[in-house]
Structure formats: C-alpha cells, structure tokens
C-alpha cells in the first residue's frame, strides 16, 4: 500500500524558518517529480515546489528564494525547507509523488504550517 507520510509542520514566528519532511513507502515503480502543494483557507490548492529525479527544481513566485527543495531518491523521501516564513505561507502543505509511466498521482494526509504575526 503506498504511503506518503509529512512531518515537520507547527507553528512559528513570522521570519523564522520550518523544515517539512515527506517519506514515501509503498511504491515499486520510479517516482518522477515530487512536489509539496498548499493549501489556505478558502483558497485553492497550489503548488509551491517540485523537483524532478534528476534534481531540477521549480518554485512558485511566492516563495522563490525563501524556500527550498531537495529530495533523496534513495529514501524516496522529499524535504522542504521554509525560511523567512510569511503570515501568508500559513497553510496545509501536502506531499505528492508522480510515480511510473502512467504519472499516477499519490498524496499525503498534510500537515499545518502557521505563520503568526
């Protein structure tokens, strides 16, 4: 059964910095990108970051040289490091792993990031 699990999330001080952690199991075939997506109250979901198996990354305008992401293929396990966290990062982050040539999509249970003011 495949399973994406986060940790990391919580709450923190506008300006300080969170690390969210997301380890795959489960998975047989190769994981094409992995990305971290969010989510706010009453907003649509969007995606923050990926990162392909090869290590080529994308941001979204928002959080370009705030964030970043890394991945460990071995591991199956992607990393997103939060610096200089806003109150408007405030979200639920959610871990999801494009897997196999079918590019089927899995998701994790998310975790809470508040930012406070």
Excluded: H
Excluded at 28 to 55: C, F, H
Excluded at 59 to 84: C, E, H, P, W
Aim: with cysteine; net charge positive.
């Amino acid at each position: 059964q495949v399973q994406l699990v986060e940790s990391g999330g919580g709450l923190v001080q506008a300006g300080g910095s969170l690390r969210l952690s997301c380890a795959a199991s489960g998975i047989r075939l190769r994981i094409n990108a992995m990305r971290w997506y969010r989510q706010a109250p009453g907003k649509q979901r969007e995606l923050v970051a990926d990162i392909t198996s090869g290590g080529i990354t994308n941001y979204a305008d928002s959080v370009k040289g705030r964030f970043t992401i890394s991945r460990d293929n071995a591991k199956n396990t992607v990393d997103l490091q939060m610096n200089s966290l806003k109150p408007e990062d405030t979200a639920v982050y959610y871990c999801n792993a494009n897997v196999g040539l079918t590019s089927r999509n899995y998701w994790g249970q998310g975790t809470q990031v508040t930012v406070s003011s």
